[in-house]
């Protein structure tokens, strides 16, 4: 059975989707299940299968908690199904209720032959830095490999907190990229996928000489970065 790398963090905006991107530029054709509660990797077209999250408060309320319990049976079932070597992107505030669910199911995990990976983004936001041991841990029973991303988007964390927050996992770093407003632009409309593309002339005709080779710049260097940050948990993927 094919391989599945779930990229977590329940703290929005450190970078999972940046790293699904990349794990999707660097895995040739791989597929990506988003788990979000909304459509985000909009460039990835077909090879992503979007699931909803969350099953609304109320209607688990009502369902006495078997709503809750049943949220996740669309992942799964996706993930079950899973032939070639997968990429999840979960959402904000699921991380930790799909390790879970997950956990339970190691068993079942193991009879069917799937082989999890988890890759944990940690930022130097005290949210996301109390996230990411409680993830690290949860992922432990499940995952054949675990990778830790240490996004400097925020600033540099500790080393030293690092390695405890890693626990043993491959652990690699991306630097903050300040980039030009035309670069995020950029890279809102098209994620990394256009970034090889890019006309650096058309870039040129359009921003000038000066700003146009900057944004041109700043989108190789972020590709390349994301890329590379992703690349031990890209290999395993593929392993
Ligand atoms: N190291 C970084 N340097 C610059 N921008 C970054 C970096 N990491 C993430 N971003 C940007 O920050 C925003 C939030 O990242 P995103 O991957 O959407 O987070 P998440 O999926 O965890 O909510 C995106 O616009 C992304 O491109
Ligand atoms: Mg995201």
Redesign the pocket.
């Known amino acids: 059975m094919p391989r599945i790398l779930l990229?977590v963090?329940d703290?929005?905006?450190?970078?999972?989707?940046?790293?699904?991107?990349a794990l999707a530029e660097a895995v040739f054709e791989a597929p990506v299940i988003e788990v979000?509660a909304s459509r985000?990797l909009l460039e990835l077209e077909k090879r992503v299968t979007f699931f909803p999250m969350r099953a609304d408060r109320a209607a688990i309320d009502l369902s006495g908690g078997k709503a809750a319990r049943a949220e996740f049976d669309g992942v799964i079932t996706a993930m079950q199904k899973a032939t070639m070597p997968t990429i999840v992107?979960v959402?904000?505030n699921t991380s930790t209720s799909l390790l879970s669910v997950l956990n339970q199911l190691t068993n079942a995990l193991v009879a069917m032959k799937i082989e999890i990976g988890v890759l944990v983004?940690v930022t130097a936001e005290p949210g996301a830095l109390a996230e990411a041991p409680r993830l690290m841990q949860l992922a432990k029973p499940l995952a054949a490999a675990r990778f830790l991303i240490e996004?400097?988007?925020h600033g540099e964390v500790e080393a030293k907190a690092i390695a405890k927050i890693a626990d043993g996992a491959t652990v690699t770093t991306?630097?903050?990229?300040?980039?030009e407003d035309q670069a995020?632009a950029v890279?809102?409309a098209g994620g990394l996928a256009t970034i090889p593309d890019l006309d650096i002339a058309k870039l040129i005709d359009r921003h000038g000489l000066a700003l146009g080779s900057r944004v041109h710049g700043d989108l190789k260097r972020?590709r390349a970065?994301?890329m590379a940050a992703v690349l031990p948990a890209a290999e395993w993927l593929v392993g």
């Open positions: 990229v963090q703290k929005g905006g450190v970078g999972k989707s940046l790293a699904t991107r979000d985000r992107d959402g904000a983004l996004n400097r988007l991306l630097d903050h990229h300040s980039m995020v890279l809102q972020l970065d994301a």
